[in-house]
């Protein structure tokens, strides 16, 4: 069994000045990211306006797998033109880790 996470550093567009205007991006996002069958939460910068942190979450059988799952999760992230990917932080944890 395969576990593999990924959070996305996230830039918001200028007008999101309040937290209701951040949900506004964020939420469709989240919406979006669970159709590839991921865990997916707003996980930090909770606070912070002009930015978001989304983390996703898989499990398989197979290290392939979750890497194609994070891969395809990623692409739909940058590609996303309403917000900007500043960076991504991936793991993928296995039986033989301890």
Do not use: N
């Amino acid at each position: 069994m395969y576990t593999g996470t990924a959070i996305f550093d996230l830039l918001l567009p200028g007008d999101s000045r309040s937290l209701k205007a951040k949900r506004s991006y964020v939420r469709p996002l989240v919406a979006y990211l669970r159709k590839f069958e991921v865990s997916v939460a707003e996980v930090g910068a909770l606070d912070l306006h002009g930015r978001a942190e989304i983390g996703v979450a898989v499990v398989a059988a197979e290290a392939g797998h979750v890497r194609e799952v994070l891969d395809s999760c990623e692409r739909a992230v940058a590609g996303r033109p309403e917000v900007e990917l500043l960076s991504v932080r991936r793991r993928l944890h296995g039986d033989d880790d301890e």
